[in-house]
Structures are given as C-alpha cells and as structure tokens.
C-alpha cells in the first residue's frame, strides 16, 4: 500500500454582480482586466496559475496558499468599482501544473465553482470551501469584512485603500504624516477611518491571516492520504 500526500491549492473565482444590466459593461471589463494585471504582478509570488477573465464577467487564478487570500481580495476592491462575488475553494488538482489557469482541473475547481454558485444563492460577497471543518467561520469572518468595505462612501474608499497602502509599506508612519500627504488634517483623517470601522477591519484581517495560516499547516487539517494499491 502506497500513501501519497496530494499537493493542496486556493482557487479563486470570481462573477461581477448582475453585469448584464451595466450601461457601461465594456468599461467595467476592462476595469476588470486590468486589476487582474495588477493582482497577477503584485501577488506573482503566490500565484502558481494567473489569474485571467474565463467569461466575459467572470475570473480565476489559482494561489499556492491562503496567505494572501484577503490582500488579494482588498487589491480586486480597491481595482474594480463594480460589486463582485467570490468563491474560493482548497483541494488537490487532477491535471498537470500550468501557468493558464483555464488548462487546470481538480477538486479544488470543484469547489470553487460550488462556492461561486453558494454566495449568488445566498446573497453573500464570498463562499468558502474547503476539506476543512472551519468553511463555515472563514466564510463569516470574510463576509464581515467585505461588507465593511461595501458600505464605505466614495470619499472613505479612497482615504482608507490609501490609508492601508502606505501603512503597509510604510509601517511606522504617523497619522499626521499620512494625513498631510493627503491635503487634510489628522482629526480629518482620524473621523474618517473611525467611520469606516478601519481599525475593526485591521483586527479582522489580522486575525484571519493568523487563522487561516495556521489551519493550513497544522498536521490535523491536512487533506486525506490518496490510497494506491489496495
């Protein structure tokens, strides 16, 4: 008897809610093409199979883990202004490795796809699926977040995605100093990510980070043996 340990992926696919009825779906979709060029060079790293449009509104790519799941997600926010689902799924593939996400296939797809057709059923921003038992609290928490996000106003989307950017690069700069790179004052800025629930937000994407992170390690999640040989 064989045991072999099959290599575990994050897809990612995604829908842009009813596309259909857009005045401008041709400005939308370029919107769309162009966040996943910068989402595929930001995240090049993590991203075994890039993510490209695989219909007219929909997309996909594939990650190596969960790391970076909701940076990604937050670089799609921050890129494309129309509203959008997403289904992530974890699993095995059952074709080779490609860098064109469209020539793979595998449980992982499976699973994507479920979640996809989960969250447009549901109503939800994003469905997660996985081998795991944890589906149900990473889905939550994700959507906690993602509806933060989807009720900022125009003028808090812009502050706050800056704000986070350079906080990200720049750990150790001041909110004074990001407020004046802005042209407004720090109380200005203060009010503005204290309406936005940004601080919550933070505490939530870094407690999903550390959660999501150590599920994918721990030897207790790790996907069942494949059985060769019986």
């Known amino acids: 008897m064989t045991r072999t340990l099959q290599k575990r992926y994050v897809v ?49 790519g594939m990650l190596s883990s969960p790391k970076y799941l ?9 890129n494309i202004s129309h509203q959008f689902y997403l289904g992530i799924g974890v699993g095995n593939i059952s074709t080779r490795l490609s860098e064109n996400v469209g020539e793979i296939d595998g449980e992982a797809f499976h699973k994507a796809s479920e979640a996809l057709e989960s969250a447009k059923k549901e109503n939800m921003w994003i469905t997660f699926k996985s081998e795991w ?37 720049k750990g150790s700069i001041t909110l004074e100093e990001v407020a004046r790179s802005i042209g407004i004052k720090k109380q200005t800025l203060s009010k503005i990510l204290k309406r936005s629930k ?18 994918w390690l721990t030897e207790q999640n790790k996907p069942k043996m494949a059985v060769e040989g019986w």
């Not at 596309?19 to 910068?38: F, M, N, P, T």
Request: proline residues 1%; contains cysteine; charged residues 35%.
């Open 133 to 169: 038992e944890i589906d149900d609290i990473v889905t939550c928490l994700l959507n906690f977040m993602a509806d933060v996000m989807w009720n900022w106003t125009k003028r808090q989307r812009e502050i706050v995605t800056y704000y986070r950017k350079v906080k990200n690069e």
């Open 12 to 60: 990612v696919t995604g829908d842009l809610k009813s596309s259909r009825k857009l005045k401008d779906r041709v400005g939308v979709q370029e919107e769309l093409k162009s966040a996943l060029r910068i989402v595929n060079r930001r995240f090049d790293d993590a991203i075994p199979a890039k993510f490209m449009v695989i219909g007219g509104d929909s997309f996909q």
């Open 198 to 215: 940004y601080k919550l937000l933070r505490e939530a994407e870094d407690t999903f980070a550390d959660f999501i992170t150590r599920n």
């Open 70 to 78: 909701f940076d990604i997600y937050f670089a799609f926010f921050e």
